[in-house]
C-alpha cells in the first residue's frame, strides 16, 4: 500500500469553473476526510465519511462544494463555479477505526 | 466546540537546543491528542498521539509530548533539536465522545533550527 494519493497534485483554473479531486485513501481505513489548508493556517475540516456515508459537513462547506465516496473507495471533492477564495490546499486523510489520521500530498488548487 | 491554540507561531533555534512546544486543546470531555509534522515540501506525517494511559507519549525522532488534563495542555518536547527538525508542527485533538474522529487542528509552530 502506498498510503494516501490525490489527484491532482495542483490544479489552476480560471473564476467560475468547475473542479474536481480524487483521493484514494488506504484501502484498510473506513473512515476518510477532507480538509483544506490556507497559508499561515492549520487544517481546517470539511467533511468526512465512514465507509460510503458522509457523516458530517462543516459550515465551510457551502452549496458549491460537494463531496462523494462511492462503494466507500476513493472519494472526491467537487467544487462549482470557483471563486479566488476557494484557492487553498486541499487534504485528504484516512484512518482506521481509532487512530491518527494518514494525510496525502493535498491538491493545491489556484483560481484565478 | 472544541478549539486547539498553539502559542508560537514562529520559533528559531540553534542546534542542541532544548525544544517545546505549547498546545491548549478547549474540549472538557474525553479527547485524543496528536502533533503532526510537515517537512518542508512533504505532506503532514503523525509525529506522536495519545489515546489514554500514560500521559508521557513518546514518538519518533526522539519528540515527546505530555498530556496535562489539568492544564488542558499536550507540550510537544525534544530534549536537542537537529536541523533536520526544521519544519511546521501542528497540534490537533478529536473527541472520540461526540461520535466520530473529527480532528481540529491549531494554526501550526514553524520551528527553524539553526545549523
Known amino acids: 500500500d502506498t498510503g494516501v494519493s490525490q489527484d491532482p497534485r495542483h490544479k489552476i483554473t480560471k473564476r467560475g469553473q468547475n473542479v474536481t479531486f480524487r483521493c484514494d485513501p488506504i484501502?484498510?481505513?473506513?473512515?476518510l476526510y477532507w480538509y483544506r489548508q490556507t497559508l499561515g493556517q492549520g487544517p481546517e475540516f470539511l467533511t468526512y465519511?465512514?465507509?460510503?456515508?458522509?457523516?458530517?459537513k462543516s459550515r465551510l462547506l457551502s452549496d458549491r462544494f460537494s463531496a462523494e465516496r462511492p462503494k466507500g473507495s476513493f472519494s472526491t471533492l467537487e467544487i462549482q463555479r470557483t471563486e479566488q477564495g476557494d484557492s487553498a490546499m486541499y487534504l485528504c486523510?484516512?484512518?482506521?477505526?481509532?487512530?491518527?489520521?494518514?494525510f496525502g500530498s493535498g491538491t493545491r488548487l489556484t483560481v484565478v | 466546540a472544541q478549539s486547539v491554540s498553539q502559542h508560537n507561531h514562529h520559533v528559531i533555534l540553534s542546534e542542541a537546543a532544548s525544544l517545546e512546544l505549547g498546545c491548549n486543546y478547549s474540549?472538557?470531555?474525553?479527547?485524543?491528542l496528536f502533533w503532526y509534522v510537515q517537512y518542508p515540501g512533504q505532506h503532514l506525517q503523525l509525529l506522536l498521539k495519545?489515546?489514554?494511559?500514560?500521559?508521557l507519549v513518546k514518538g519518533i525522532k526522539g519528540f515527546e509530548a505530555e498530556f496535562i488534563k489539568s492544564k488542558f495542555s499536550f507540550n510537544l518536547r525534544k530534549p536537542s533539536v537537529q536541523w533536520s527538525d526544521t519544519a511546521e508542527y501542528f497540534c490537533?485533538?478529536?473527541?472520540?465522545?461526540?461520535?466520530?474522529?473529527?480532528?481540529?487542528f491549531g494554526a501550526g509552530t514553524r520551528l527553524f533550527v539553526k545549523a
Open positions: 486523510a484516512s484512518s482506521p477505526q481509532a487512530g491518527g489520521y494518514t
Open positions: 484501502s484498510e481505513h473506513n473512515r
Open positions: 465519511f465512514q465507509n460510503e456515508a458522509q457523516l458530517e
Open positions: 474540549y472538557g470531555g474525553t479527547v485524543n
Open positions: 495519545y489515546f489514554s494511559g500514560d500521559p
Open positions: 490537533a485533538s478529536n473527541a472520540p465522545g461526540t461520535g466520530g474522529f473529527k480532528t481540529i
